[in-house]
C-alpha cells in the first residue's frame, strides 16, 4: 500500500502514547495564552500542511497558534508552487541578516510567477470551506485553537472576492481575527479596515522594524476593527526602547504578540536565544498576567539555531521560558 505524505502524518498523530492523547495540550500560564507561529519558509524540518503540523503542536504542548495561509492551503488543495528559497531564513541561519546579491528574474520566470499567482487567486475565489471546517474540527479534538489567520499575500489590487476568501476562511477555522503586515500605503489600511467592519472581525497589522510609537496611529483611526499585532522583539531592535509602554496604552487594540529576543538598536539588534537579548520578554509576560490582558503571546522563533539542535527542541526551549517565568 501507498502512503503520501500527508497520510504519515495522521499515523504519526496517531501513533501518540495514549496519555498523551489523552492530557491534551495546554499552554495557558498564570492565565496567558502563549501561541505560536512556525514559519513555513523558514522551518523546512517542519510539516507545511496545517493537518500534519498538528502532530508537532501537541507533541510539544501548545494550545494556540496563529496559521499561515499557505499552510491552510496546502492542506486544502491549492495550486500552491514551490516555496521562495530564502537562505538567511532557513533553520541554521541568522533571521533578519541582509540577503546576497541575487539574479535578476528572467522575463520567463516573472511570467511564471505571475501565472502561478492568478491561478492561485481564481482558486481563492472559489474554494469551498468545506476542508477549513474539517480542519478546524480536526484542532478542536486536538486541543488546538486556531486564534488568528495570517493573510500573506494581498496589496492594493486584491479584488474583494479574494478578500472575502481571506475572511471566510479564518470564519470557517474558527479564528478571532487575521493577521497581516502593517500597510505602507494608508489607502490600504483604510479598504481593510472598512472590510473588516462590514465583516466585523479584526485586523492585526504586525511590525517589522520599520516600526516607532506612532506607527498604527493613522490605521487605528481609519476603523474600530483595524488593531495591532505587536512584535516586542522588532520593537526593541528598532527604537531601543522598552515595548511595555506601547503595550499599556495601545493593550485594547492589540489582537496578539509576537514574542522574541533580539538586542537593542544600539547593541546591533541581533535576534538572540531568549533570555540573551535586551527585550524585556519575562516583564512583559508578567505585565500580561498581573493586568489580565486576554490577547495571546505568540512565540515566533527567529535566532540561529545551535548546531546539534532542531526546530522542536528550540521551540521546546521558548515555551519553557514563558512558563517559568508564569509560574
Not at 499515523?11 to 513555513?40: E, F, M, N, R, T
Not at 496589496?155 to 476562511?169: D, H, I, S
Amino acid at each position: 500500500m501507498m502512503f503520501t505524505r500527508r497520510d504519515f502524518g495522521k499515523i504519526a498523530l496517531a501513533a501518540l502514547p495514549a496519555g498523551k492523547l489523552l492530557a491534551k495540550p495546554d499552554s495557558k500560564y498564570g492565565g496567558v495564552q502563549i501561541g505560536i507561529i512556525i514559519s513555513p519558509v523558514t522551518f523546512r524540518d517542519m510539516p507545511l500542511p496545517a493537518d500534519e503540523i498538528l502532530n508537532n503542536l501537541v507533541q510539544l504542548g501548545i494550545s494556540a497558534v496563529e496559521m499561515q495561509d499557505i499552510r491552510v492551503e496546502a492542506y486544502a488543495g491549492a495550486p500552491i508552487g514551490p516555496r521562495p528559497k530564502t537562505p538567511t531564513r532557513m533553520a541554521g541561519s541568522v533571521p533578519n541578516q541582509r540577503p546576497g546579491r541575487r539574479a535578476r528574474p528572467t522575463p520567463e520566470q516573472l511570467e511564471e510567477r505571475r501565472k502561478q499567482a492568478e491561478e492561485l487567486q481564481q482558486w481563492r475565489i472559489s474554494a469551498p470551506m468545506d476542508k477549513y471546517r474539517a480542519l478546524r474540527e480536526m484542532y478542536r479534538k486536538a486541543g488546538v485553537h486556531m486564534y488568528a489567520f495570517r493573510m500573506a499575500s494581498y496589496n492594493v489590487n486584491t479584488p474583494e472576492a479574494e478578500l472575502a476568501y481571506y475572511f471566510n476562511a479564518a470564519e470557517a477555522l474558527g479564528a478571532d481575527g487575521i493577521t497581516t503586515e502593517l500597510p505602507r500605503d494608508p489607502e490600504l489600511s483604510k479598504r481593510l479596515g472598512e472590510y473588516a467592519a462590514k465583516r466585523k472581525m479584526m485586523i492585526g497589522y504586525h511590525n517589522h522594524t520599520q516600526v516607532n510609537f506612532h506607527s498604527w496611529d493613522t490605521a487605528l483611526a481609519q476603523s474600530k476593527y483595524n488593531g495591532i499585532q505587536f512584535d516586542v522583539g522588532h520593537y526593541m531592535a528598532a527604537t531601543s526602547e522598552s515595548p511595555i509602554p506601547f503595550i499599556q496604552k495601545y493593550h485594547e487594540r492589540i489582537t496578539n504578540l509576537h514574542l522574541k529576543d533580539r538586542k537593542s538598536a544600539k547593541n546591533g539588534g541581533q535576534n538572540m536565544p531568549w533570555g540573551e537579548g535586551d527585550t524585556p520578554l519575562k516583564q512583559v509576560l508578567l505585565m500580561m498576567r498581573q493586568d489580565r490582558y486576554k490577547f495571546p503571546a505568540g512565540i515566533e522563533l527567529e535566532y540561529h539555531i545551535p548546531q546539534g539542535s532542531s526546530t522542536m527542541a528550540e521551540i521546546g526551549k521558548c515555551l519553557k521560558f514563558c512558563k517559568d517565568a508564569l509560574a
